[in-house]
């Protein structure tokens, strides 16, 4: 783990053992930690601004963010970059933003349960194929005065089904659709911060399948 981005909306929070990343940043502020505890007080003030980026250096990114998650309430969540057999990527439309089907990990599930789980479920369809695991990312939030870090696990997988959507409407689903590679970068900026990367990675061809992109 290199950098790390814990996304608070449109801003974020990076943790990162680059130092020519955290003190390039012309969006923001960077710092210097020596011990993974002293990240905590930064994340503090972060919170409390209004700065667009926060960049701190540290020697170990994962055992800050350990402490991170260990004083705030953690959230596991999963979800899939879901492609057909086209090599379509499946979008959601979630109280007016494109989304990725994605939702919290159960008690007794693994993230590959929940990914493959949320994705049926959120999209209205069954028989989804979950492959290789993509990466985490993460924000915060707070809900009644609590601050939550949800950390969320992305698969790769596949639908071969021909059985169109069925959007979650319980869930703020108005509709999914199948959207070429080729054509992703129209939706990107009507996306959540936290999912951009992983759909320009996608729109990029950085996947582990071969795809039609045209």
């Not at 985490?136 to 609590?146: E, L, P």
């Not at 089904?161 to 970068?185: H, K, N, T």
Request: charged share 30%; with cysteine; hydrophobic share 40%.
């Amino acid at each position: 783990m290199d950098t790390l981005l814990i996304y608070a909306d449109e801003r974020f929070f990076a943790l990162s053992s680059d130092e020519s990343l955290c003190f390039r940043a012309l969006n923001g502020i960077g710092t210097r930690i020596d011990e993974a505890a002293e990240v905590c007080a930064h994340f503090d003030f972060f919170m409390q601004s209004d700065i667009p980026e926060f960049y701190v250096c540290t020697p170990t990114p994962s055992a800050a963010l350990d402490c991170l998650l260990s004083r705030n309430v953690h959230v596991a969540a999963a979800g899939g970059l879901l492609f057909d057999a086209a090599g379509r990527l499946t979008l959601i439309r979630r109280f007016g933003y494109w989304d990725l089907p994605k939702g919290k990990v159960e008690d007794g599930e693994t993230e590959v349960e929940a990914a493959r789980r949320e994705m049926e479920e959120e999209c209205g369809i069954a028989g989804v194929e979950v492959g290789c695991k993509i990466r985490d990312t993460y924000h915060v939030y707070v809900r009644n005065d609590v601050r939550i870090i949800k950390r969320t696990a992305w698969f790769e997988a596949l639908y071969g089904g021909a059985a169109p959507f069925a959007p979650q409407a319980e869930e703020g689903i108005s509709e999914a659709v199948s959207v070429r590679l080729a054509e992703l970068q129209d939706y990107i900026p009507q996306t959540y911060a936290s999912l951009r990367e992983l759909m320009r990675d996608a729109a990029n061809g950085c996947s582990t399948r071969d795809r039609d992109t045209r």
